[in-house]
């Protein structure tokens, strides 16, 4: 029997409760994976579907955090709660509930209205990909409205899961061209938002140029979104409002034209085939070991059976 | 029903009876995989089992062509049969039963003990890694005793081919380092004979010193096999009987020592959990099409089921 500081039924009871610390419980589970993650799952399901996701990436040092919480302090001041996921796909052991190197997040350590956690994905078999919806519709159940999905870097993994989001929100600086040159394209086409941050440094609206080109080539349809370009210089939280603004515009847009919706489903349907894929891929780990393969293995071996023949047998009744 | 000329049955008759074209048809057939190319192996596998393969790899330029022609020519002058395979992954329409731009192979393309062919996958989903042995004991199961598969580059796919024959030939040249210095622990790992070809050149010496250092840090235990090192110039067909007799020795070393085997026993068994993983593929595949699929993606999307329970759904009796 599950002790009751693992055992997901108490403990999203007591998170519903407003117990802190069983939330952070909870997406540990998730982060691990397997049939733990997978009751989180079945409890929060009913109650989510109601969260909006902001997908917030760019480039190492180019501020994210600092912006995440000049945003966190201006949806607090509009009154919303909201709740941050950190994703560190190069950190296997991030875990844990305050990111205590993250000094200017902890200013909202004490707020109950916030919540803000680190993601690795600690032994998750499917990785972050699978692991981050689980973490967000758990968030949703739990009643925050707001789910803020900040990834570290502007690799494939960090990209991937940002571009998810409902909006997402790119992050530049002036003269990013270089740091992201890999990358471009990739950020191009997640991008709902640009952010220029640190905006007071030479070369913004070089940046801001350069974007508005990229984006004219980009030949969007007339009633697709463009993105809107922002400047902040989060640091003395200059901006916060305009980004924020430019999320809730982008949300509005998705909405009244259906993008949303399309979006969601997309998702759902991409979440679920590499649900299948992984779920294949370990029953094929499974197959392949046991005295049932061995025995197989060897009559291939002896010239028994041909392997075919033998990959029949074994996936009889399965593939 | 199949056309007579494309019917595995009857083209496996004929390739018995001696017909070269039809031994070409039938290496196109597992070139394209699917349903044909398990009946060609359903056909070939109980008279496989015999031959020997000598996996010859080695960065281009090397002289790899030149080097496997002067060892058909030195094989048929002991009066044994030969057929190679040169595997070609970068290329998907290599086909065709002559390499006609392979002058120095074409010497031996009217000698009926010689059969040589060039390969690529065609469509087979499987990739190289499953075709290669499925048209290895095609050739087996006609009568080639000796099957040279020879790799065109030194990617991780030539030498994951190259490295699961029972022996395996490294071919460099002077100075080889740097051109495969990428892959030269992949290379160290599969050799079980080293060729320097083009030994007239400057920097042979150098190389061989090279190569034997290198086999000194790997720490062999003493009753391990110590892969020889040959000096050729192929282009004069000068070492080609050195190089054909460190295969001898090696085969002969494998034989007693139970380690061709252990190598034929581990290939077994990994072709065979490689059939199954992409069997279990191709039936995810299958799986996320269709209009149950779209039915229980449409349930996701409306939150009616949450998306584990749904995918368990969808391998229901599978995994």
Known sequence: ????????????????????????????????????????GRLAHPDSGHAYTVGLTGAP??????????LIGHVRSLGDEVAVLAIDPSSPFTGGA??????????????????????ATRGHLGGLALATPEAVRLLDALGRRWVVIETV?????????????????????????????????????????????KADRK?????????????????????AW??????????????????WQAVLAHREHATSSGE????????????????????LGERARELCTGDRWDTIVADVQAQQ????????EMLAGIA
Chains 1, 2 share one sequence.
């Open 260 to 279: 949303l919706v399309r979006r969601r489903a997309f998702r759902a349907a991409e979440e679920l085939r590499q649900i299948v894929a992984h779920r």
């Open 98 to 119: 305050i990111l205590g190197d993250r000094v200017r997040m902890q200013d909202h350590a004490t707020d109950p209205g916030v919540f803000i956690r680190s993601m």
């Open 1 to 40: 029997m599950a002790s009751p500081l693992n055992d997901p039924g108490e403990l999203f009871a007591a998170a519903r409760a407003g117990e802190r610390s069983a939330v952070a419980r909870l997406l540990s589970l998730v982060e691990r994976g397997g049939e733990p993650a997978r009751a989180v």
């Open 203 to 223: 070369g913004a609206d070089a940046t801001r140029s350069d974007l508005e080109q990229m984006l004219d080539l980009s030949d969007l349809p007339p009633d």
């Open 153 to 197: 870097g502007v690799g494939q993994v960090e990209v991937e899961v940002a571009g998810k989001a409902d909006t997402t929100v790119v992050v530049v600086n002036p003269g990013w061209g270089d740091s992201v040159q890999a990358n471009k394209a990739g950020l191009m086409e997640i991008a709902d938002v640009f952010v220029i941050n």
């Open 226 to 243: 463009r993105p809107p370009i922002v400047a902040t210089v989060a640091t003395e939280g200059k901006g916060a409002d305009d980004v």
């Open 305 to 312: 059976r041909d392997p075919y023949g033998a990959a029949d």
């Open 61 to 70: 040092g180019a501020g994210k955090s600092t912006l995440t919480s000049a």
